[in-house]
């Protein structure tokens, strides 16, 4: 019998919110709009400020671009979910959903673990970070992160755009992830399974590894400082970074660490929803509220 290919995915979102749907959308509409004004005036700010044209800052901005890609992939479409109690979407539209999902997130843990290396060399190493960090080394970091980032993505999609669907249509989440796609497949998954869980070293856990060893050394040098003032700002100069790493990985890690069930469909949406809605609009709320070089900034812009 031949087998034929489904062209579009129903994607159900919230069906047990029918009665909240109208405050979820409002909700949500609320959230992308301060997400996208935040991110664009994080990077509008440091542009336009000169003290803060430093490395540190210039990865923020990447941060924040990021965020702002992961945002405008997931949010309008998951809007329309919500408002609809569930919506159609193409299947070429899914999988291209998919990769920008991938691109961001691969991209935000390199880009987060090059800011903690940053905040590393800042506080362990201050005399030699001028040297060390240059330009070129900034650039090439931006660079590399990206462009792995985008390698990560373009091989999932890839591999998945080439498989044949022909079951059910029907995805129990509001966004395409790659689970739930690979579930729909009449192909063997089995490589690209694979394939996804190897990623998972270079993409997630190493970066992760970094990023703890990093902050080791920065604790371990912070608690060596004699003076009491002398670490609140050294704590002061990474305490944003430590703040969104936390929430991040602490969020994708618990997707990974929630068995796939039933039972724990609506616990992997929440855990969905915080990286790929909340975090987004956190971050740069984190570093505004809590980095006195971004708060003068828009002070002085406001009093201009």
């Known amino acids: 019998m ?19 749907r109208l405050a979820l959308f409002h909700l949500l509409i609320f959230i992308y709009l301060t997400t996208i004004s935040g991110n664009l005036l994080v990077i509008a700010l440091v542009s336009s400020t000169r003290s803060l044209h430093c490395p540190m800052y210039f990865f923020l901005t990447q941060l924040t671009t990021s965020d702002l890609i992961l945002s405008s992939d997931i949010v309008p479409n998951m809007v329309l979910v919500v408002l609809n109690t569930g919506s159609s979407i193409t299947l070429p539209a899914c999988v291209t ?10 991209s935000e843990c390199f880009l987060l ?18 040297s060390i960090m240059s330009s070129v080394v900034c ?12 390698s990560v993505a373009l091989t999932q999609s890839v591999n998945i755009s080439q498989l044949h669907f022909c079951r059910s249509n029907v995805i129990d989440h ?10 729909l497949s009449c192909s063997s998954v089995f490589m690209i399974k694979v394939l996804a869980l190897v990623l998972c070293f270079p ?9 703890i060893v990093s902050y080791v050394y ?8 004699q003076s009491v003032t002398q670490r609140l700002k050294a704590f002061t100069t990474c305490g944003s970074h430590l703040s969104v790493v936390s929430i991040f990985y602490g969020a994708l890690f618990s997707i990974y660490l929630t068995p796939q069930t039933a039972q724990s469909a609506v616990l992997r949406k929440i855990f969905s929803m915080v990286y790929t809605v909340l975090t987004p609009l956190v971050n740069p709320l984190i570093y505004s509220l809590r980095n006195k070089d971004i708060k003068e900034a828009m ?6």
């Open 2 to 20: 031949e087998r034929n290919n489904i062209t579009s995915v129903v994607l159900l979102g919230f069906p047990g919110l029918h009665s909240f």
């Open 97 to 106: 959903q998919l990769f920008f999902f991938a691109f961001s997130e691969a």
């Open 113 to 130: 673990t090059v800011m903690s290396y940053d905040r590393y060399l800042a506080i362990c190493h201050p005399l030699h970070y001028d």
């Open 139 to 150: 650039i090439t970091f931006i660079v590399s992160s990206w462009i792995l980032g985008f």
């Open 174 to 183: 509001f966004f395409c992830e790659i689970d739930p796609i690979l579930d």
């Open 203 to 211: 993409v997630l856990v190493c970066p992760f590894l970094i990023v």
């Open 218 to 225: 920065i604790v371990f040098t912070i608690l060596r400082l």
């Open 299 to 304: 002070r002085k812009h406001i009093l201009l």
